[in-house]
């Protein structure tokens, strides 16, 4: 799977919106764009995918920026919840099935 | 709604003992199914994964094994638990071809082996 570049660490307060980026410089035509969380003491959580397209869900929003060379993730209002460190990955076909997760962002979120 | 169930929460076994981590999906039929191991301030191991009932493919050789008894079911087993198998046992599963389908992960197990 292609590599991805994220910061180590943002911070936000809350009710605020976060903008959590992604650099994928290298990523090819059929690659999709996920995105987990890891919350403290427990496991990696499911947050959005896509390929080409924007995407929302109840979690977040996640803009795919035309050359598909970057790609940034939105919290609309970031709740104390939403704490956790977020990976930005990249799933080739006919990759491996492993999930392979950076050292991702480290997301504070200030009451 | 599909909902992933692993058992027990947190488990302190002795060097040497067996082991078994049960994992269970409902709400779906022929999922993907995954065993992951995290050790302490460290990334993600795939340790194995099964596309169907008895097809289990291992990605770290080691003194584990994993069985997949019922469509639904994953069990990750040892017959002499190591000091170096400590660590957060973590079942997902899938709906398919793991590029385009996103990995669900269940609660965990937090393995300490003395």
């Known amino acids: 799977d292609a590599k991805t570049t994220q910061p180590n660490s943002m911070e936000s307060n809350e009710e605020e919106p976060v903008h959590l980026p992604c650099n994928h410089s290298t990523i090819s035509g059929t690659d999709y764009i996920h995105w987990y969380r890891q919350l403290p003491s427990q496991g990696p959580e499911y947050v959005i995918h896509g390929l080409t397209s924007n995407v929302n869900n109840r979690m977040a929003s996640l803009a795919i920026a035309e050359d598909r060379k970057s790609s940034t993730l939105i919290l609309h209002r970031a709740t104390l919840r939403d704490a956790a460190v977020y990976y930005c990955?990249?799933?080739?076909?006919?990759?491996?099935?492993?999930?392979?997760f950076g050292k991702g962002t480290k997301l504070t979120v200030n009451p | 709604s599909q909902t992933i169930h692993q058992w027990p929460a947190t488990l302190v076994q002795p060097v040497g003992s067996p082991l078994s981590l049960e994992c269970t999906v409902e709400g779906t039929s022929n999922p993907n199914l995954y065993w992951y191991r995290q050790a302490a301030g460290r990334g993600l191991q795939l340790l194995f994964y099964?596309?169907?009932?008895?097809?289990i493919s291992s990605e770290v050789p080691q003194n584990l094994s994993a069985s997949r008894p019922q469509d639904r079911q994953f069990i990750l087993s040892s017959k002499k638990l190591l000091l170096s198998d400590s660590g957060f046992y973590l079942c997902?599963?899938?709906?398919?071809?793991?590029?385009?389908?996103?990995?669900?992960f269940g609660p965990g197990t937090r393995l300490t082996v003395l």
């Open positions: 997902a599963w899938s709906r398919g071809l793991a590029f385009y389908n996103e990995q669900f």
């Open positions: 990955i990249l799933r080739s076909q006919g990759g491996s099935e492993k999930l392979v």
């Open positions: 099964s596309v169907g009932i008895g097809q």
